[in-house]
């Protein structure tokens, strides 16, 4: 059984930093994409960070470049997103997704930032930042 599961959410003050964990299990890593997406109460899910396993290419949404750093180890089966410099405004449930869809680097490159492209989600670890 294909399963994610996430770890590390929490309560902090903002600018303080948090590491999310997606324990993978039931596929091979390594043949597989994986983005950590964000969702408030009523709204769509969005995209926060994606990694290619295969080549650790990375995407990150610009809001979050150069302070969420996402990482993969591929031993342990897991996929990180370090999260510093926190905003109140990044309070949501996080989740992790998995994409094993075998796309080109040039294909991957157009669609990581939609939920559609992924067929695993887990479910979910609540990130709350006080202001």
């Known amino acids: 059984e294909v399963q994610l599961v996430e770890s590390g959410g929490g309560l902090v003050q903002a600018g303080a930093s948090l590491r999310l964990s997606c324990a993978i299990s039931?596929?091979?890593?390594?043949?597989?994409?994986i983005g950590w997406f964000r969702q408030a109460p009523g709204k769509e899910r969005l995209v926060v960070s994606d990694i290619n396993i295969s080549d650790n290419t990375t995407y990150y949404i610009d809001s979050v470049k150069g302070r969420f750093t996402i990482s993969s180890d591929k031993g342990a089966n897991r996929v990180y997103l370090q999260m510093d410099s926190l905003r109140a405004d990044e309070t949501d449930v996080y989740y992790c997704?998995?994409?094993?869809?075998?796309?080109?680097?040039?294909?991957?490159?157009?669609?990581?930032?939609?939920?559609?492209?992924?067929?695993?989600w887990g479910q979910g670890t609540q990130v709350t930042v006080s202001s």
């Open positions: 039931g596929f091979t890593v390594d043949n597989y994409a």
């Open positions: 997704a998995g994409d094993s869809g075998g796309l080109s680097f040039d294909q991957r490159s157009l669609v990581w930032k939609y939920a559609a492209s992924y067929d695993t």
